[in-house]
């Protein structure tokens, strides 16, 4: 694919703008054609069809979404009566379709592309999932690291603030670096795609600082480019560079699944291999040797949105040797996929006990009491997210871990909640990591809610 056309928004700017607006005019063409050629009862007629079919859709989207959940979570309501509206439009359309000859016909049969076009747009931009075309067409938009080499560390984070502060500083670029590597699966042979990461700043100065590390998890279907793309990582970590003197977190995403189409749940298993090993040595070890990092656990946090929310609980509660922090967004209780007693078959042989030994409520327990942060969000219209953040967020209190538990206002299981609450969860963890005091208190942050932890 061509790099301009990799480029082009999804969610804003000159592409759903035009879409949307041709996608009226056409509808409106139709209805004004019907009355000026003096069939308006026969326009009416189609106008209570498609309001029918619309009605149907309606009910058939929240039974797929809230009473069967085929999806695993709620689709949300904005995207439940986007669906309906979509089915209302091409209905409509295609009411005209049949009954029109001519160019009208024509028109309806563009109508009903432009319609299903835009409600896939319009529920696209309502999860925030696909934020460019490269991205939908996974057109990897960042370059290979290949053989590129960071200097080592040559000072620790709070001597480069010492030096910000007398400034004499080494020389940085304004904005960080973001690139595609394949990280090497040594112990785990675990078949994953390339990783993406991003390096702030300080870390492209000849002389950088050991920095603190986020590894962020992308959800399921889903791949590392969508995280930094859907996600804003490389925009978010350059904001909060320009404000700390090029200091941010070396970011890295590696795959956790192997494909869109797999969910390893993120454990050692027969179904996809060793997830748990490739995340928790094969990557950490990449990464301490390749990249300008601090080795220490409490400099090193674990992410992620959704199923990657989930792995991020287990694996930063089971192994605190490796990640000092948490920082899920919209997870579950424990790991999912399809119904649970094939579940723990499948993945852990039947062996229940290694199914709950998964859980990351238990893990943290078993583990207690631990000095580890967790800073975990859910959208205001996902109330399951709520639950589950909740129950993960007491036990993690009860073990005697640091909490903060926020809701993002007006966001539900999508992308929108991720990069509202990541930017207080950035502030929180960098505060804690050293980097800099936190701009203004959570609460003062646009759109976030802080829950009490009771």
Not at 62 to 84: E, H, K, N
Not at 347 to 369: E, H, N, S, T
Request: charged residues 15%.
């Amino acid at each position: 694919m061509n790099a301009w056309l990799a480029k082009v928004h999804l969610t804003q700017g000159w592409l759903p703008a035009t879409l949307f607006t041709l996608t009226a005019l056409a509808l409106i063409l139709l209805v004004l054609t019907g009355l000026t050629h003096g069939r308006w009862r026969t326009l009416l007629r189609q106008i209570a069809v498609a309001m029918g079919i619309g009605a149907l859709g309606l009910l058939v989207t929240w039974l797929v979404s809230d009473v069967f959940m085929l999806f695993g979570v709620s689709l949300g309501w904005m995207v439940i009566i986007t669906v309906a509206l979509g089915f209302m439009a091409v209905g409509f359309a295609i009411c005209i379709l049949i009954t029109s000859r001519g160019w009208r016909r024509l028109l309806a049969a563009l109508s009903v592309l432009l319609c299903l076009l835009s409600t896939g747009l319009r529920v696209d931009i309502i999860y925030g999932e696909f934020t460019t075309l490269g991205s939908l067409f996974s057109v990897t938009l960042y370059p290979d690291y290949g053989s590129h080499q960071t200097a080592r560390p040559a000072m620790s984070v709070a001597q480069w603030r010492s030096r910000a502060s007398r400034g004499d500083l080494p020389a940085y670029p304004s904005t960080g670096r973001s690139y595609s590597v394949r990280i090497p699966n040594d112990n785990s042979r675990f078949l994953a795609r390339p990783a993406d990461i991003y390096l702030p700043p300080a870390a492209l100065s000849k002389k950088p600082p050991a920095l603190p590390v986020f590894v962020l998890l992308a959800g399921q279907p889903g791949s590392p480019d969508r995280l930094f793309t859907a996600g804003a990582i490389p925009a978010m970590m350059d904001a909060y560079a320009a404000e700390h003197d090029g200091l941010a977190p070396v970011v890295v995403s590696p795959d956790q699944n192997g494909s869109s189409f797999h969910n390893s749940l993120c454990v050692d298993s027969p179904v996809y291999g060793k997830a748990e090993t490739y995340l928790s040595r094969d990557v950490p070890a990449w990464i301490r040797t390749n990249l300008p990092v601090d080795s220490k656990p409490q400099l090193w946090a674990i992410g992620g949105f959704s199923q990657g929310g989930t792995c991020s609980t287990q694996l930063g509660a089971r192994h605190p040797d490796v990640y000092g922090s948490m920082l899920p967004a919209d997870g579950e209780l424990e790991p999912t996929q399809g119904r649970q007693d094939q579940m723990i078959k499948d993945y852990f042989g039947g062996d229940r006990k290694r199914f709950l030994a998964q859980v990351p409520a238990r893990a943290i327990m078993d583990r207690a009491p631990s000095s580890q942060r967790l800073f975990t969000a859910a959208g205001s219209n996902d109330k399951e997210s709520q639950h589950n953040m909740m129950v993960i967020a007491k036990a993690a209190s009860q073990a005697g871990m640091s909490v903060q538990a926020v809701v993002t206002q007006g966001s539900g299981h999508d992308w929108h909640t991720v990069k509202t609450a990541w930017k207080p969860g950035l502030e929180w963890l960098g505060e804690a990591m050293g980097m800099g005091p936190m701009s203004k208190p959570i609460q003062d942050f646009p759109d976030i809610v802080e829950m009490s932890i009771s």
